[in-house]
């Protein structure tokens, strides 16, 4: 889906996809359906922000999301996808496995942190995926830390949880910190996707306990 011309649009948009209805049940986790994720850290936290490292173009990211939206689909979640730099494909996904989710196409680096501050308060959805893997370094490491505090002040309020996925380990306010170890060999491609995932290398970089679970 096309960004919306205003935050306004947006809030109205949302709205819309997502009246009320009855939803999955909570948990602390958000499953993912790839098994070196769910295996070791349960999924993605609520309430928290994550981060998912992808240090090669080719390292997995768009299996992995993919992946994460048919589990999602499969709950079912309500997802945002915020895109920031148009690099989201939706002809590699099967259409059934879309109609949970607000795909939220930004210009740049700079409108997309926006839309997450906005989104990660929306207590419609169940996940919300920022994918600026395919952002220059350069652009992100301008970004301030008291940016992504800030969001995870925010997602501290909602049941949600809140993807960050980044070329190299830039949120310091991550609970969960995932890197994507490596491609799949050529000869694995023809398989389906829900093999690939199972073969997908994850590791745990960094798992936090949240302030409320300590509690």
């Known amino acids: 889906m096309p960004a919306p011309a205003t935050i306004a649009s947006l809030r109205q948009m949302l709205a819309a996809r ?22 070791a850290a349960g999924g993605l936290p609520r309430h928290a922000l994550s981060e998912l490292v992808r240090p090669a173009p080719a390292a997995g990211a768009q299996l992995f999301l993919a992946q994460l939206l ?6 079912p979640a309500r997802v945002a996808l915020i895109d920031a730099a148009d690099h989201f494909d939706p ?8 109609q949970h989710l607000v795909w939220v196409r930004c210009r740049s680096h700079a409108d997309a942190l ?5 989104l990660a308060r929306e207590a419609s959805l169940d996940l919300v995926a ?34 960050v996925l980044t070329p190299a380990p830039l949120v310091p306010s991550a609970q969960l910190r995932l890197r994507l170890d490596g ?9 389906e996707r829900p093999h690939l995932a199972i073969d997908l290398e994850v590791s745990r970089e960094r798992q936090r306990l949240a302030a409320s679970a300590a509690a």
């Open 70 to 75: 048919a589990t999602t689909r499969a709950l």
């Open 91 to 98: 002809q590699s996904i099967p259409p059934a496995e879309l």
């Open 114 to 118: 926006p839309v997450a501050d906005l």
């Open 18 to 39: 997502f009246p009320q209805a009855e939803r999955p049940a909570g948990g602390r986790v958000l499953p993912t359906g790839v098994p070196a994720v769910d295996d």
């Open 130 to 163: 920022l994918d600026l893997s395919a952002t220059p370094l350069s652009v992100l490491r301008r970004t301030p830390a008291t940016a992504w505090y800030r969001l995870q002040r925010a997602v501290e309020q909602t049941d949600l949880a809140l993807l």
């Open 183 to 191: 491609a799949h060999a050529l000869s694995a491609l023809a398989l």
